[in-house]
């Protein structure tokens, strides 16, 4: 089992004190009296501001499910949202998976694009499941797997919420972009290129489960799934002037109509 390390944010908030202090000085007859002279000291507090609680979730049994999902309660309350531990328990490597939630008013699903070594069998990670949507008081929400993408390209679930189409669009998107470097790097040293595609974070996508008749907002996948190559060129730590360059010229191929 892998790892997981977590970094939390505090956030500082700094609060400026005046203290006033007026000295007068002495005055030459007929003339008027010199205004106070204020002086100010300015201190920094830091705050550090409490997370929000996570939610209390039900998982829906699934026993023929090729990843498991379960609260996290080693890590709750120590990170933003409902911990959860996805482990692959099926004989593949994991791309990319979808959550949906039921809860009232409406339900969300979160769509979860692996890096590029995706999740390797019985391997797991710990995600936060946001449940910003979550009305106090209400019944608990009820957390199912409802789509899986295989490295291999098989997939598995019931993809009742329509979202296979987002994740193969993305999927094709970053695809799409990692050769498009590949082939601008013909002829050179693309080690450490490489190398950084290999890190690739996860990407998680969270939308509301909005009631019929009501569409979705329109987002171009395949363009999402490019941008993050651009953006991870973007954040290279080293040989920077490369990666913007790489950055530079795929921003133009989408420009151009050619992504």
Request: aromatic share 6%; hydrophobic share 40%.
């Amino acid at each position: 089992m892998n790892r997981f390390l977590f970094i939390f944010g505090v956030v500082y908030v700094t609060v400026a004190l005046c203290a006033g202090a007026s000295a007068q000085q002495p005055t030459a007859p007929q003339r008027p009296a010199p205004q106070p002279r204020i002086t100010t000291a300015t201190a920094t507090m830091g705050v550090q501001l409490p997370l929000p609680p996570a939610v209390e979730v039900d998982i829906r049994d699934q026993p023929d499910s090729p990843i498991h999902i379960a609260m996290d309660e080693a890590v709750k309350g120590r990170m933003p949202g409902t911990p959860l531990k996805v482990r692959n328990d099926s004989s593949s490597t994991v791309a990319a998976y979808v959550l949906r939630v039921d809860v009232e008013p409406f339900g969300l699903s979160q769509m979860v694009i692996l890096g590029t070594k995706g999740l390797a069998v019985s391997d797991a990670r710990v995600q936060a499941l946001p449940m910003s949507n979550y009305r106090e008081g209400s019944a608990k929400p009820v957390v199912s797997v409802d789509y899986v993408q295989f490295a291999d390209g098989t997939t598995w679930g019931e993809d009742s919420l329509g979202r296979s189409k987002h994740v193969a669009a993305y999927l094709k998107g970053r695809n799409d972009a990692i050769a498009r470097v590949q082939e601008m790097l013909v002829g050179q040293d693309a080690t450490e290129i490489n190398g950084m595609f290999e890190r690739f974070g996860s990407a998680s996508f969270a939308e509301p489960n909005l009631p019929a008749g009501r569409p979705q907002r329109y987002i171009d996948w395949s363009v999402r799934g490019f941008e993050e190559v651009v953006n991870v060129l973007r954040r290279m730590p080293r040989n920077t002037e490369l990666g913007r360059d790489l950055a530079k010229r795929l921003e133009a191929m989408t420009k151009n109509g050619g992504q």
